[in-house]
């Protein structure tokens, strides 16, 4: 019986100790950048990606300057939803605030979605308009970086 609860304590102790190290492990493998420098590195190496992949000067041109217009589409809709949360949070903090304040409120914000949907929609759409499909390919793994770097930052601004 003593030897059974000594093996019990033994493999509890391995199994805390592989816990532990491998939380200590997933994070120091973590990134430390906040997500707005990630979304920046992301959109540079786009833009790089994009003077390799398209050979004509002017659509070359004209796809990076589309990136750089995305990226501060994307710094727009994050300033837009950080000052939506103050709004709502001046809201919620008035007792005397109502539900058709609420409701305009909710409104508003409705509209500027739709209004920053339409505008990222846009210049993406003239993005994919200008590349070739074979270019496009290309430059998946890149974009796709960079759109999941902007939703991250989205995400972590509100």
Do not use: H
Not at 22 to 43: D, H, I, M, N, V
Request: net charge positive.
């Amino acid at each position: 019986m003593i030897v059974e609860s000594r093996k019990i304590r033994i493999v509890l102790l391995i199994l805390f100790f592989t816990f532990v190290g491998s939380g200590a492990f997933s994070c120091a493998s973590q990134s430390k950048r906040p997500p707005a420098e990630l979304e920046a590195a992301a959109f540079d190496e786009l833009r790089a990606e994009i003077e390799l992949v398209i050979q004509d000067p002017q659509r070359s041109a004209k796809a990076t300057n589309l990136v750089a217009i995305l990226q501060n589409d994307f710094a727009l809709v994050r300033d837009s939803r950080m000052a939506a949360r103050k709004r709502l949070d001046k809201i919620s903090a008035d007792y005397d605030a109502t539900k058709s304040d609420f409701a305009a409120f909710f409104a508003q914000i409705d509209t500027e979605n739709r209004a920053n949907q339409k505008r990222l929609a846009k210049t993406y759409g003239e993005l994919i308009r200008l590349t070739t499909a074979e270019e496009w390919g290309r430059l998946a793994k890149s974009q796709n970086t960079a759109m999941n770097a902007a939703i991250t930052s989205l995400r972590s601004a509100y």
